[in-house]
């Protein structure tokens, strides 16, 4: 599946529901709204006529720079999701045009890059614009946006700084979000069963009998929530991290495993790498893409793609640290942080991403540093001979998603 780079960043964790629920400060019941249902509506806060609105990579609110400090594609130019009511499913960036208003009356053209309804709130459409950069720090600006020539209401959006502008247009009123249906329970997918979640590591079990490696097992939800360990007999007790490098220069204290800097040579708990596996492939795979702890090792080394000398980091480059549970208030799904070490994949029921199964038990705890020479670990066999039944649909997984024409990795196993 080839998709511009822009699609797959929007779709890259599905963050825009999750987003626009928090925005509209109502996770359960949303906020009425005042529009007429017979157009196309710009959703804004409940009390006033500001947008809803997000930086579409990092989910930050106004006010909005027009270049980013990092450069996600082809350019550095900051993309805006907005939040629409009235766009038929369906719908793409063709079909949709999008212009601002400043305080001296100028008109900005916000070139329309993605169209797209929120995942699990249908009423509701996600529309990507690129910022003009001749709107550096100018203030408040009016949007709107056209769709088939009919024009919407216009939202207010701060660009450099909140404040200023253009007044709201005559007769303008808040606009927040509709009533969305309560979601109905889904009989056949969304959540493993204990029966399901059994099944999986007995299968991976039995394959790791097959090739005589015994492992530790990890089945994590979709939210990364630890659903079952299995050790098998004889599996190591541990597992050792290691930077891809000719080995650890440092030698691990006997008694905490730990080494005196950093991390490379540190031993620590098997099955917490095989939860972090796990995870790994749990919170990153979505209706729109799978990806697996291969993937995430692809995209988090320090040049994209790895092993390609002068380019800059993966898209994704040192998220293995930065998500490590060493905050007071970070959640500790992932016990080891963000995954590359290939021996992990998410699982599906029905076309819907609901967990992830990891396998760690070769000692070694590390990132794929050379993606040409197709390397197949017995961990990575392991994990897809465990989700037989619940495998991914082809059309989304990783190594069908092209980012700035770079193939990511998926698995490097063809028959398990």
Do not use: Y
């Given at each position: 599946m080839t998709a511009k780079f822009f699609g797959t960043r929007t779709r890259f964790l599905f963050?825009?529901?999750?987003?626009?629920?928090?925005?509209?400060?109502?996770?359960?019941?949303?906020?009425?709204?005042?529009?007429?249902?017979?157009?196309?509506?710009?959703?804004?806060?409940?009390?006033?006529?500001?947008?809803?609105?997000?930086?579409?990579?990092?989910?930050?609110?106004?006010?909005?720079?027009?270049?980013?400090?990092?450069?996600?594609?082809?350019?550095?130019?900051?993309?805006?999701?907005?939040f629409a009511m009235g766009v038929p499913a369906g719908e793409n960036?063709?079909?949709?045009?999008?212009?601002?208003?400043?305080?001296?009356?100028n008109i900005y053209h916000l070139t329309v890059e993605y169209v797209g309804v929120v995942p699990e709130q249908e009423w509701a459409t996600s529309i990507v614009v690129r910022l003009n950069d001749q709107m550096a720090g100018i203030g408040d600006v009016l949007v709107g946006i056209s769709y088939q020539g009919s024009p919407s209401n216009r939202v207010r959006v701060g660009i450099g700084h909140v404040g200023g502008g253009p007044p709201d247009d005559p007769g303008s009123v808040p606009t927040p979000g509709t009533i969305a249906p309560p979601p109905q329970p889904a009989t056949t997918a969304g959540t493993l069963t204990t029966a399901e979640v059994q099944t999986i590591i007995a299968q991976a079990v039995s394959a790791a009998a097959q090739l005589g490696h015994p492992v530790t097992v990890a089945v994590t939800d979709r939210e990364a929530n630890v659903l079952g360990v299995f050790k098998m007999t004889g599996a190591p007790a541990t597992t050792q991290f290691r930077g891809g490098g000719p080995g650890p220069s440092q030698v691990p204290n006997p008694l905490t495993g730990f080494v005196p800097i950093g991390f490379d040579g540190t031993v620590v708990p098997a099955k917490l790498g095989a939860i972090s596996k796990a995870a790994t492939a749990s919170i990153f795979s979505t209706r729109g893409n799978a990806f697996t702890a291969r993937t995430a090792s692809f995209i988090i080394q320090e040049h994209f793609p790895p092993g390609v000398d002068f380019k800059p980091g993966g898209p994704l480059y040192g998220v293995q640290f930065s998500s490590l549970p060493c905050g007071d208030i970070k959640i500790p799904g992932l016990p080891l942080g963000l995954s590359g070490d290939p021996g992990s994949v998410p699982i599906y029921k029905n076309g819907e991403a609901v967990g992830g199964v990891g396998i760690e038990g070769d000692g070694v705890y590390t990132v794929d540093r050379d993606p040409t020479d197709f390397d197949q670990p017995f961990e990575e066999v392991i994990a897809v001979s465990g989700v037989r039944g619940f495998e991914a649909p082809s059309l989304v997984r990783g190594d069908n998603i092209l980012v700035d024409g770079i193939r990511l990795a998926y698995i490097n196993v063809t028959n398990a």
């Open positions: 963050a825009a529901c999750a987003c626009l629920l928090l925005l509209l400060n109502s996770p359960n019941v949303p906020l009425r709204t005042h529009a007429q249902s017979n157009k196309v509506t710009l959703i804004s806060e409940e009390t006033s006529t500001r947008a809803v609105a997000v930086e579409s990579v990092t989910q930050t609110r106004e006010p909005f720079a027009t270049t980013s400090p990092a450069n996600w594609g082809t350019d550095n130019q900051t993309r805006v999701m907005l960036a063709s079909a949709v045009t999008a212009n601002a208003e400043d305080g001296a009356h």
